[in-house]
Nanobody, 115 residues
Framework: QVQLVESGGGLVQAGGSLRLSCAAS????????VGWYRQCPGKQRELVAT???????NYADSVMGRFTISRDNVKNTVYLQMNSLKPEDTAVYYC?????????WGQGTQVTVSS
């Protein structure tokens, strides 16, 4: 059974930092494009950042320069370093692994940024 497990969320003050982790079990990330998405109540889930097997990254404009996505293919883990956090970054953050024919989602981790 494939599972993506996110961790690292929590409550932080504006300007602070958090590091999210996404670990895969039951499979390896392999050549999947792995990404972080977020969703606020009443809003659609939106892309935050993605990273390919080779390390090519893509970021939403709203997080460019503040967030960094990385992956450790040996540890089978993807990270999202979030710096200079803003109240508008408050959301549930989801990990996603997109393979050629299948896509998996984690259960999400809550990030709350207080002003």
């Amino acid at each position: 059974q494939v599972q993506l497990v996110e961790s690292g969320g929590g409550l932080v003050q504006a300007g602070g930092s958090l590091r999210l982790s996404c670990a895969a079990s039951g499979t390896t990330f392999g050549r999947a494009v792995v990404g972080w998405y977020r969703q606020c109540p009443g809003k659609q889930r939106e892309l935050v950042a993605t990273i390919s097997y080779g390390g090519y990254t893509n970021y939403a404009d709203s997080v460019m320069g503040r967030f960094t996505i990385s992956r450790d293919n040996v540890k089978n883990t993807v990270y999202l370093q979030m710096n200079s956090l803003k109240p508008e970054d408050t959301a549930v953050y989801y990990c996603n692994a997109a393979y050629s024919t299948l896509t998996y989602w984690g259960q999400g981790t809550q990030v709350t940024v207080s002003s």
